[in-house]
């Protein structure tokens, strides 16, 4: 009989698990109204920006590459000089509102973690975490595991390390118990 119960208690936990998972990855910041607009329009404004191009980034491949913008300075440059036909220079009036700049989009404002300690300086009603790349998995699991005991956000939280919580063997496993949490 207690291998029976066994599994019962264990499906349980994940599913207690599953559902902090859940709350986890739907968590939003509560913000005033003005803010809640803000962002709106910031992601217009972000869908309207063009890709910023560098001269003759379009003829030589090494520049297009690159992957970066630099302010066009010759004399006779067609960016610097607006001309119609070539794209646009980067200007002030692309920026964001002040108020909301730096901010993911769920309204919290990220910070990046690199151990589990660094959690306690974290305010969760403001603030999420993104845990740095350079951590191990390990350490990576004692830190969202920590997160979902106070409840701050985790920004870049993967499928992976939703396998490994719910110790399911692969992501539509995992789908599987976010939609029984849900339907819950």
Do not use: C
Request: charged share 40%; glycine share 4%; proline share 6%.
């Amino acid at each position: 009989m207690s291998a029976e119960q066994k599994p019962e208690s264990t499906s349980v936990d994940v599913k207690e698990v599953a559902s902090k998972l859940r709350l986890l990855l739907k968590m939003k910041r509560e913000l005033p109204r003005e803010q809640r607009r803000l962002l709106k329009l910031r992601m217009l404004m972000e869908r309207r920006e063009p890709r910023w191009m560098r001269m003759d980034e379009w003829r030589f491949w090494k520049i297009e590459r690159q992957e970066r913008w630099r302010r066009p300075k010759g004399l006779d440059n067609k960016i610097r000089h607006q001309r119609k036909g070539y794209p646009p220079m980067v200007k002030i009036g692309y920026r964001q509102p002040k108020a909301v700049r730096g901010l993911h989009p769920s309204g919290f404002e990220p910070v990046r973690v690199f151990r589990p300690e660094d959690l306690d300086k974290i305010d969760p009603s403001r603030q999420a975490i993104i845990i740095a790349s350079t951590v191990s998995k390990k350490k990576r699991l004692e830190i969202i595991k920590k997160a979902m005991e106070k409840r701050i956000k985790v920004i870049n939280l993967t499928y992976r390390d939703m396998m490994e919580l719910l110790g399911a063997s692969n992501v539509e496993e995992v789908k599987k118990l976010l939609q029984e949490v849900r339907g819950e």
